[in-house]
């Protein structure tokens, strides 16, 4: 079955860097975009960045632009979330997402930018 764990989630400094990994399994990884969603409290779930298959096409919301870098390795199933210059703003727990004939989400992993 399709499984997606996400780990890397920590308390980080204001400024800081964070990189997280999401790991996929159960679907053929390298034929599929693969996307970072984050889902602050009291907030609804939100895009932050899409990759293409071959991680040649990559988008990312506004409000990351220029901090965050996804990229994905498909002979390790993995995806990854590089986040650089955290603010208070990108506290959330952060889920890995993979739509196949439905939407797959991981458990999530939970960032905490704070001084």
């Known amino acids: 079955q399709v499984q997606l764990v996400e780990s890397g989630g920590d308390l980080v400094q204001p400024g800081g860097s964070l990189r997280l990994s999401c790991a996929a399994s159960?679907?053929?990884?390298?034929?599929?975009?693969m996307s970072w969603y984050r889902q602050a409290p009291g907030k609804e779930r939100e895009l932050v960045a899409v990759?293409?298959?071959?991680?040649?096409?990559?988008n990312y919301a506004d409000s990351v632009k220029g901090r965050f870098t996804i990229s994905r390795d498909n002979a390790k199933n993995t995806v990854y979330l590089q986040m650089d210059s955290l603010q208070s703003e990108d506290t959330a727990a952060y889920f890995c997402?993979?739509?196949?004939?439905?939407?797959?989400w991981g458990p999530g992993t939970q960032v905490t930018v704070s001084s």
């Open positions: 997402n993979v739509r196949l004939l439905r939407r797959y």
């Open positions: 159960g679907f053929t990884f390298s034929r599929y975009p």
């Open positions: 990759i293409g298959s071959a991680g040649g096409s990559t």
